[in-house]
């Protein structure tokens, strides 16, 4: 649950999604301190999980411009790290291009 949080707390303003959004998926971290420990989905996190999937597919990207440069992006932490490659055109609605 913390490293999908993690992953999801990254992208979320770019989806337009707000921290009250996903409050009820917050709310899995609390309780026991062990992360392998079972959670018990709510509706309201299936809710938010569901929300944040429906945002990421409209925002996904398969395309380049051949004409803006590449950027590279590491992610994570020490022990697992994670890159991204995109492109940013400020001249389109969404910005973002994931490569």
Same mark, same amino acid.
């Given at each position: 649950?913390?490293?999908?949080?993690? @992953?999801?707390?990254?992208?979320?303003?770019?989806?337009?999604?707000?921290?009250?959004?996903? %409050?009820?998926?917050?709310?899995?971290?609390?309780? #026991?301190? #062990? @992360?392998? $420990?079972?959670?018990?989905?709510?509706?309201?996190?299936?809710? +938010?999980? #569901?929300?944040?999937?429906? %945002?990421?597919?409209?925002?996904?990207?398969?395309?380049?411009?051949? $004409?803006?440069?590449?950027? /590279? +992006?590491?992610? @994570?932490?020490?022990?697992? /790290?994670? @890159? /991204?490659?995109?492109?940013?055109?400020? $001249?389109?609605? #969404?910005?973002? /291009?994931?490569?």
């Amino acid at each position: 649950v913390h490293r999908l949080l993690g @992953g999801i707390n990254w992208v979320r303003p770019t989806l337009g999604i707000t921290n009250d959004e996903l %409050a009820p998926v917050f709310d899995l971290l609390k309780g #026991d301190d #062990d @992360g392998h $420990s079972p959670r018990t989905l709510t509706p309201e996190a299936q809710q +938010a999980l #569901d929300k944040t999937a429906e %945002a990421l597919q409209k925002r996904q990207a398969h395309r380049y411009i051949i $004409s803006q440069p590449f950027f /590279l +992006a590491i992610l @994570g932490e020490k022990v697992q /790290l994670y @890159g /991204l490659i995109f492109q940013w055109d400020t $001249s389109l609605k #969404d910005p973002l /291009l994931i490569e």
